[in-house]
């Protein structure tokens, strides 16, 4: 397992932009597969984004629901990935967390065994 650190969260109007930043200790990340997810209130933990090696290159996927707003990247020099908010809607309210996995790629939160703390995001419309 890898320890990870999630910031960037906060309070945010709708429209507006956020970074989360996910630092890992104990692991470099360039080989794991990286997860943004998040957790609303009263709801379960969601698949937002994911980014996974292959080919010499890496991938990304995202949520229908964030598609075309939300961009996740990766810095292995920095072990750190993040994930660029923008166009932020009301919906968007969740804490978000951070997770890794060694292995396949997966959208599945289940499978992930290394999680951060969460970072909280709130959406004023």
């Known amino acids: 397992q890898v320890r990870l650190v999630e910031s960037g969260g906060g309070l945010v109007q709708a429209g507006g932009s956020l970074r989360l930043s996910c630092t890992a200790s104990?692991?470099?990340?360039?080989?794991?597969?990286m997860g943004w997810f998040r957790q609303a209130p009263g709801k379960g933990r969601e698949f937002v984004a994911i980014?996974?090696?292959?080919?010499?290159?890496?991938?990304?996927s995202y949520a229908d629901a964030v598609k075309g707003r939300f961009t996740m990247s990766r810095d292995n020099a920095e072990n750190t990935v993040y994930l660029q908010m923008n166009v932020l809607k009301p919906e968007d309210t969740a804490v978000y967390y951070c997770?890794?996995?060694?292995?396949?790629?997966?959208?599945?939160?289940?499978?992930?065994?290394?999680w951060g703390q969460g970072t909280q995001v709130t959406v004023s419309s």
């Open positions: 104990g692991r470099t990340l360039s080989s794991y597969v």
């Open positions: 997770a890794g996995k060694r292995g396949s790629w997966s959208h599945q939160v289940a499978v992930y065994d290394s």
């Open positions: 980014s996974w090696s292959g080919d010499n290159t890496y991938y990304t």
